[in-house]
């Protein structure tokens, strides 16, 4: 900016004609941001690759995932093979499809648990106050207190797999350890949230026309108390992908006959050195779906943040 | 300010009490006879597996076990693992080192994260900004055990440039490429935070004014907005203090530390429930200590947060 240009900013009129032609919310203002945000589409794309694939794996690849072809063991990528074959001789890339659906399954079922055991006992906490707010928060601290991995480990080996375990018992149980670990920080967030909303006058204005404590947190509380929870859900599903690979590396999360990303990537590691493709592509392709996530996560709170502007 | 802290201290308990209970629970309800494979193929004579039985309340009740185990570990008995070792001789041991791994962590966070996070935030949007911001999420997207197994490929057994595993009693240097790995989530987080922190504060009045009483840019930045800034990142630290203690089990796995997280991981595999309620309850009441010193801190940093 040239010196002219600083001084005359004072002089010039403010362009007016949009900002005050229609005032916009801060949420419509927040979408037309997002327009023009090439990160954003950059990441709903993979997500929807990430959750096609999850879905209808046999959109991507026509190999059968579990056909072990041992003459053709550790070969290298090629035009018939892409991302080469494992010490097994799987074929990668159809395992690297295959096992989009384990991680996108548990991230998107312990983002919703979480999400919703944190926002019932936020809410309850902040709108009930006292005894039952105290009650609350202390139950909250005590599982915050638990390290995450450390309390997933327990509740694996508490209620450890077997071979014959069933896929989605297994999923299930790997769900519900990254939940009952998780839920606590979404809870935090959700009570501060909801008491900063509770403080506005709308809330009182609904509750002295007689609505009823359910119809307040229903349709005055909750719609907007819920954008940070968001925001930190689609964060936080990456963070639990990623837990989940590493419950799977130290073997108490999917095992072997299952196809997962943490497993293709566990098996891999004892051939780090002969066969790096194998640990190559599956570990790109779980980065890739929680960069997806966390990048969404950014951009969607840095367009509802007002102070980014 | 003394006030505050007894209460602080007085909530501790409970989530102590709660947390351990929890962890108790569930390791003792974890499947399995520990005195399996304990004398190798023939099953255990009577009268040891009786003792055994006894010297570990293993016919109690969970609730009085939890309780006697808690009278015992009131009078600072740790109690023994079953292979007989002193489970508070053994933490002390491992604490060290674990320890120090952690510190090497947390100089690599301090060093290169708020290094990263200034250079990114003075200028928003140029190109270390973009730069940091894109190294900090592939980082955050690359998961530890995949990092810790790819840099002791290539920086250890490539290279050669560090050991490939380390020592049981480790120095330093042995500890740089473990410490870094463990570190590397955090690190960036706290080059973020400082950058966002950053960009905010220089934004202040406060900043305009100095600028406008005409200081230097290395003045105003370096005395007036990062001193402001750095307030929420030593914080940060400080609490990640507490859980680098007991996320470090997949590095000490990695590169065969015999640190907290490794004799955890051990223990849960051998059942060994006493070990494992006697490890995790030091690591929280660690982790609950740093959260209330960092909370204090807080307050003695920025005066403007008041603990009364």
New interface residues.
């Given amino acids: 900016m040239t010196e002219t240009n600083v001084l005359a900013v004072g002089l010039e009129p403010e362009p007016q004609d949009e900002s005050v032609g229609a005032p916009r919310s801060l949420s419509s203002e927040a979408f037309r941001e997002l327009r023009h945000n090439w990160l954003f589409w950059a990441s709903l794309i993979l997500i929807v690759i990430f959750l096609l694939m999850a879905a209808v794996p046999q959109l991507f690849t026509q190999t059968d995932p579990s056909k072990a072809v041992l003459k053709l063991s550790n070969t290298p990528p090629s035009s018939s093979q892409w991302f080469g074959r494992d010490t097994q001789g799987y074929d990668i890339f159809a395992r690297t499809i295959y096992g989009a659906r384990a991680s996108i399954l548990v991230g998107l079922l312990a983002s919703v648990v979480t999400s919703i055991i944190g926002v019932i006992v936020g809410t309850l906490a902040a709108f009930y106050g006292g005894l039952a707010d105290t009650l609350m928060m ?2 909250t ?3 915050f ?6 309390g997933g ?3 694996m ?4 797999n077997t071979v014959n375990s069933n896929y989605f018992a297994i999923v299930g149980k790997v769900v519900l350890a990254l939940s009952l670990l998780g839920w606590p920080s979404i809870a935090r967030l959700m009570r501060g949230s909801v008491l900063q909303v509770q403080a506005n006058d709308y809330i009182t204005a609904a509750r002295a026309l007689g609505a009823g404590p359910w119809r307040v947190i229903r349709s005055h509380i909750l719609p907007n108390a819920m954008a940070p929870v968001i925001v930190v859900s689609t964060i936080n599903l ?1 963070a639990y992908i ?1 837990a989940e ?2 419950l799977s ?2 073997g108490i999360g999917l095992v072997a006959p299952a196809i997962s990303w943490g497993v293709a ?2 098996d891999s ?1 004892n051939w ?2 002969v066969a790096p493709w194998s ?1 190559l592509f599956p ?1 790109l392709f ?3 779906a ?2 997806a996530f ?2 969404l996560g950014d951009a969607v709170r840095d367009a509802f943040d007002p ?1 980014t502007r | 300010m003394s006030k505050y802290i007894v209460r602080r201290l007085l ?1 501790m308990i ?3 009490f ?2 351990t209970f ?2 108790f629970a ?2 003792f ?3 399995g006879d520990p005195l399996a494979g304990k004398c190798g193929e023939r099953p255990c004579p009577a009268a040891f597996a009786a003792k055994f039985r006894a010297d570990h309340n293993l016919d109690d009740p969970l609730l009085l076990r939890y309780v006697k185990y808690l009278g015992k570990l009131l009078h600072g008995d740790f109690g023994t693992t079953f292979q007989g070792l002193n489970v508070a001789d053994e933490l002390s041991r491992r604490y060290i080192i674990t320890v120090k791994l952690a510190v090497v962590a947390i100089l690599f966070e301090l060093i290169i994260g708020i290094l990263a996070g200034v250079l990114a935030g003075i200028r928003k949007s140029g190109f270390w900004d973009n730069l940091v911001l894109l190294s900090t ?2 980082v ?7 990092l810790g ?2 840099a002791q ?1 290539v920086f250890g ?1 490539k290279l050669k440039l560090f050991p490939v595993t380390v020592s049981p009693s480790p120095s330093w240097y042995e500890l740089l490429l473990p410490g870094f790995v463990l570190g590397s989530l955090s690190l960036a987080y706290v080059a973020r935070l400082t950058r966002t922190n950053l960009v ?1 504060n220089l934004r202040a009045d406060y900043v305009r004014t100095a600028v406008a009483k005409g200081l230097t840019r290395q003045r105003t930045i370096g005395l007036h907005a990062l001193r402001n800034s750095l307030i929420p990142v030593v914080t940060f630290i400080g609490a990640d203090f507490g ?1 680098l203690l ?2 470090a ?2 590095t000490e ?1 990695i590169f065969n530390i015999r640190g907290v997280g490794n004799f ?2 051990t223990s ?2 051998t059942r060994d429930g006493v070990a ?1 309620v006697g490890t ?1 309850t030091v ?2 009441i660690v ?2 200590l740093m959260n209330l010193l960092v909370d204090l801190l807080y307050g003695v940093l920025d005066p403007r947060i008041s603990h009364d």
């Fill in positions: 202390r139950l601290d005590i599982f207190a638990i390290p995450f991995l450390l480990i327990l509740f080996s508490t209620f450890p990456g990623s690979a590493s590396f130290l990537i566990s590691l780090i050195r640990l570990s779980l980065s890739l929680v960069l966390i990048m102070k | 909530q409970p989530v102590i709660g947390a929890i962890i569930m390791v309800a974890l499947p999420l592939i955050i997207a690359i998961p530890t055990f995949v197994s790819v490929t057994l905010e859980g007991g996320g089990i997949i796995g955890l991981f849960i595999h494992v995790v690591l929280v982790f609950l």
